[in-house]
């Protein structure tokens, strides 16, 4: 509404009708664009909280509602932050001042006036008063002169003079609109302009207290009452109050500012009437309108304006900067969340779904086969056709369709889905900004420099302290779902092999004895049972993946929000901001510790090493030195356990179920089930064999020491090659070092009457319409170690040099024969290949235990030794982790006694079953024998040790003939060394005990006998 005033002058009159409402109107748009800003944030606000209360989809849980509504108030944020640097207070005032540029003004109004003398005042300066008074003084008396000078002009009737005095004013129109208008208007509306950044502050902060007064009963809900479900229409707090409050402050604020516009621009049109009549005298010099003192204190006015809006600019930048974060904070705590509920419930699915009804399936299976085995106990033939009847159904029915169909479920992509929701958290953790500002005390209703601003980096800080843990915990729990997954497809796999097993178990025994019905029967029904024992287990196995791995999530998730929080604490916040700092430097001091530990590590062993080999080399040279000069008396305690060690084995063994003993014969095996860690010589077989199949001359020598798995490797590699070649695999028990025997054996494994050269049979083998595959084991035994003894083994390497055109030759050796053999008469130059069998570790021979063992379906219990049970950190361990600790432990030792060996492996285990359960059997702790006694043999048991080691066992007749001794001689050495246990004999040949062969080796080898 155009509002009607009284002006002194024209020209301002008609000014306020042309620019009065014009400068009103710009000047409020400056502060409006603020006041409509701050409204719509409250609105999209209302509207977005409103959004969490209305229904979802059946698709969108909770969770997702607050990130959406978690994202929009980001946005809405950003995009203020955005505007509030857009809408900067002097861009606006430069389209105001724009204006007042574009008025048609006349820059200079020139006025001849009628002089009025000018009126004294109080405050006017000394030297004001004097030129007003020598003005005045000067005014009044050219005033006298002219009325003195009147009164002879009406004698004279001449015209009489004027006593009007005029002077001229050169008002600087222009100028004086841009000073009133430019500067003045201005500077008298600031404070509106203070007022309205400390609303729009008060409003962002009412509505971040209202977030996280949303949040924290959020919080409260998920972490006080420990559930995975929010309920958004309980809180408490409405929007309608806070966002009512908000809009009449914003009503009040706009109707202030229209009023103190108007009156401060009211109060310049009247200053610059004023004005307008005394500019360019004494009260109101024109040089206060020079332009280049208008521009100056423009500048100056602006600029103080300037700087105030950016010292609110920052405020309100750093406010958003420091909500956001909070905000970044929530949304990915939901999101979190969010991804947490759908994973489970998919897990939920899977599991529920899935597996249940497969699993009711593999137990009606085997609990309707033992029905069916124990209801045809009438007779043998019932019985016999039951059992292969059901032998068949379990392999081909409930082995390949129903339970490889569970276990291929089984082997599902929960880790996958896990290992998902991982990568998730990390790139949700990747977005979070890497800088955010602050300030300490968070005063955000004021201007604030830009050194009071504070930068903190969260993802940095989320990289380094909640993101590790938080990968660690999902770790843990993939592990854990990975080893229960792995341990139920075991319990699953060993359901169809423990029932196969079983039941070939029950067929043996019903053909050693017909009349054993009801003991057939029984051990059927009880490996039946324990294979129902792993479906329990695999069952319980499954529940656990379901249970626990949802409670350890939710937990890794509380740990993970707790420590996220702490970004949004600004009394600490400067102190995590620091503990980057700390923490890279504990990182680099662990990295220097792990060297050091690494390099102490290193140095240990080889420091050892030297001590022994200098100071047990001293020590044995004096020893010697003392038995020489006679002052050292040589007593030999051999340990009474030696000779009774097989024995006791033997007696292990028959203690325990017929399945069992079945598993742990001490003989070769062809059946793949049983191969472990044979891979490597496995391929080179096949290798080997590919190359000869292409024409090439190929001989091959296995060797390996004894008892390690040289024949059941080879029988493997035979049955796993596809070729109608024939194939003899032949072994002599005997010496064979003369050529009547060398030429006996030929003609026996070829079905001949008789060979009488080494001709002959090169001729037989090379006249051949077909090839042949020749396995020839034990190649040891072709010589004898005396004079001409090596003529077999020269007559065997011309024998395969000559025909392995035609021939593919196997050769096995023991190690420590192929040792001597090399040295005497060149082995290795009549074998193209050479494969040598690696000694087992640990984990091997754990492998191979535990496949057999896994085939009876018997629990393993292993017990502690007195020293584990007196061990602090023992005691802490819970079952599970104790039975780890001595599985490990056990097989740890196993190695170290065994020497990687396998068949001494299995002979210590054997020793080591303590006592048997319906489904247990009991470990006992690893005893070593003591063989300290070894090192103190003497010699002539060395010479004989070492004569059986290269031949690997000998006959009295034949160790005679070696050492070119009578055979009484020889058996007044080797029958006693056999009573204290030294050696065995299986049979006919002396061997060296296997309890005290590794040390044995070691001391012929100290003694320079073997290399």
Known sequence: MKVEKNFSNDEIKQLWDNFGPISQAKLFECFNIHINELQDISNSYKAYFETLNKPGTKTKTDFAKLCDFNQSILELLFKSQKEGLEHDFKKMSQVYLSEIDALNLNKIINRKEKFTPYIYSKKDKLSLFFKKLSINTKFRLKVRRRKFLNIFRR????????????????????????????????????????????????????????????????????????TDQVQLNSFHKSIDETIDKQKQRLIDLSNKIKDDIALANSAQFEKLDQAFLCVDTLEMSGKEFQQNNIKEEQNQIFTAIDLENQKW?????????????????????????????RLYSKIHQFIDEHLSLNIEQLREFITSTNRRIQESTTSAKTLTDTLNTERTNITNEFIDKILAKTIKKLSGSINQDLEKFNARTISLINKVSDKRSFI???????????????????????????????????QAIKQFIEENMKKARFKLLALGTVSDFSLESAQIMLQKKKSALKSTAQVAEEGLNRALSHLDEAIELI??????????????????????????????????????????????????????LNWILNIIPRVVDFIKKHISGTTGYISEIKKQLGLHVEKVQISHELPEFIRQTELALKKLPFVYQRLYQLTPTDEERFFVNRQTELENLDKAFSDWNKERFITTALISEKGNGATSLL????????TDIPIIHQSSANKIYTPEAYFAFFAEIFQQKKFDSNEEIIDFLNNRTE????????????????????????????????????????????????????KTVGVSEHFIREIELQKFDGESLDDVIFKRNNLSGYKIKFEPSRENRQSKSFQKMNEEERQSFLRKQFFIELNQMSNGNVSLAQLYWLRSTHSVSDDTINIASLREIDVSFVKDLPREHLFAMHSLLIHDGL?????????????????????PMLEKGLLIRPKEKYNINPIIFRQVVSLLKSHNFIN
């Open 155 to 226: 004698i004279f009737h001449m015209d009489l003079l004027g006593l009007d005095t005029f002077h001229r004013r050169k008002i600087p129109f222009r100028n004086m609109v841009n000073y009133y208008f430019g500067i003045q208007l201005p500077k008298a509306i600031a404070d509106n302009f203070q007022e309205t950044m400390q609303v729009k502050s008060s409003v962002l902060l009412d509505l971040w207290q209202f977030n996280q007064d949303l949040e924290a009963e959020i919080q409260s809900q998920l972490l006080e009452n420990q």
């Open 313 to 341: 600019n920052n405020t309100h930048t750093t406010l958003i900067d420091d909500w956001s974060l909070d905000l970044e904070i929530a949304q990915l705590y939901f999101t979190v969340l969010d991804d947490y509920t």
């Open 440 to 474: 300490k005390s968070k005063n955000y209703e004021r201007g604030i420099r830009s050194t009071e601003i504070n930068w903190i980096s969260p993802k940095e800080l989320l990289n380094f302290e909640a993101l590790p843990h938080f990968e660690t915990s999902i």
């Open 543 to 596: 529940s656990e993946i379901k249970k626990v791995p949802q409670e350890e999530l939710r937990q890794t998730i509380t740990t993970f929000n707790t420590e996220i929080q702490k970004l949004k604490n600004i009394d600490t916040i400067l102190e995590l901001n620091l503990q980057i700092v700390k923490i890279k430097a504990i990182e680099r001091s662990k990295k220097i510790r792990k060297d050091i």
């Open 715 to 722: 029988k493997i590699f035979l049955s796993k090659i596809e």
């Open 771 to 822: 090839p042949l595959i020749l396995i020839l084991e034990s190649l040891h035994h072709f010589f004898i170690k005396k004079v001409n003894g090596f003529e077999c083994q020269k007559m065997l390497f011309e024998l395969m040099s000559r025909t392995s055109k035609k021939v593919f030759w196997i050769g096995s050796y023991t190690i420590h024969s192929w040792e001597y053999l090399k």
């Open 955 to 975: 006959k009295i007749e034949d160790y005679a003939r070696s050492l070119n001794l009578p055979e009484n001689n020889c058996r007044n050495i080797l029958i």
